[in-house]
Nanobody, 124 residues
């Protein structure tokens, strides 16, 4: 049974930081591209950051570049999203996601497994 379990969300003030974690089980983690999506109320799910299972190239959405850092630890089957200088517009449910495609094809349409999501709320 495949499981992606996120943790680390919460309520913070603008300018503060959070670190999200996601642990995967039931998959060959090293053969999956991994990423983080977010969904704000009334909006669709948007890709925030991702890295393929080959190489170290990381994709970041323009809205989070220079503030968010994606990392993965294949020895622990975990991915992380370190979020600095948080803004109210970062408020959303954040989802961990796994796909067997390469980074260039990574999107919500190609994700095979989703986590249950963790809420991040940033107050002004």
């Amino acid at each position: 049974q495949v499981q992606l379990v996120e943790s680390g969300g919460g309520l913070v003030q603008a300018g503060e930081s959070l670190r999200l974690s996601c642990v995967a089980s039931g998959i060959t983690f090293s053969k999956y591209s991994m990423g983080w999506f977010r969904q704000a109320p009334g909006q669709g799910r948007k890709l925030v950051a991702a890295r393929g299972w080959i190489g170290d190239t990381t994709y970041y959405a323009d809205a989070v570049k220079d503030r968010f850092t994606f990392s993965r630890d294949d020895t622990k089957n975990m991915v992380y999203l370190t979020m600095n200088n948080l803004k109210p517009e970062d408020t959303a449910v954040y989802y961990c996601a796994a796909a067997t495609v390469q980074l260039i094809d990574y999107s919500a349409a190609t994700v095979r497994h989703w986590g249950q999501g963790t809420q991040v709320t940033v107050s002004s």
